[in-house]
């Protein structure tokens, strides 16, 4: 993993995870089969929606990430920045308005870009730090929830891969 670039602390709507209830088993690909996950593994998970229009400045940290790398920048010569959702490479992002996998159409996310982002405890050894929109820090008995606006203060850095495989990770901070 390459240096961490990051994103300018903006406005979104929780809409998919927890914030504060971290994944404590992976299930494998291959056998389906799940497993507890040690506590140094455990991680959260959850997707953010933020406004197309005020997505620039994220992105464009997301792209200087990637950029900064000397196997991700040829990465991005191949790429149109305009069309992110139809590359291969993993940005960790979703379209809300486009359909979900099953065809689905997602009302609650049109005209924004969901962020797919995690947050390790065995990385860093606290929990998440969660601020709503109005600046209010939040705890598991204040009742966050999905629908709910945070700020959102999280970095991205390239996974290091340049094959198929080749990524970015949006972390929490």
């Known amino acids: 993993m390459t240096e961490s670039v990051q994103y300018p602390v903006v406005k979104v709507r929780h809409v998919f995870g927890d914030v504060f209830k971290p994944v404590t088993e992976q299930t494998d ?17 959850a997707g953010f929606a933020i406004r197309k229009e005020e997505f620039q400045p994220v992105f464009d940290a997301m792209w200087a990430a990637v950029a900064a790398d000397p196997k991700g920048a040829p990465l991005l010569t191949s790429m149109n920045a305009q069309d992110i959702v139809n590359t291969k490479f993993k940005w960790k992002l979703i ?15 049109h005209g924004c870009w969901i962020i797919r982002t995690t947050y390790s405890y065995g990385r860093f050894g606290r929990p998440l730090t969660v601020i709503d929109g109005s600046y209010r820090p939040l705890d598991e008995t204040s009742g966050a929830k999905r629908g709910d606006y945070y700020q959102l203060d999280a970095s991205v850095a390239f996974n290091g891969n340049g094959d198929d495989t080749a990524g970015v990770y949006q972390n929490l901070n």
């Open 29 to 45: 690909r291959r056998t389906n089969v799940k497993s507890a996950l040690p506590e140094n593994e455990q991680y959260i998970s």
């Open 95 to 109: 379209d809300g308005d486009a359909p979900d996998q099953d065809g689905n159409d997602r009302p609650w996310a």
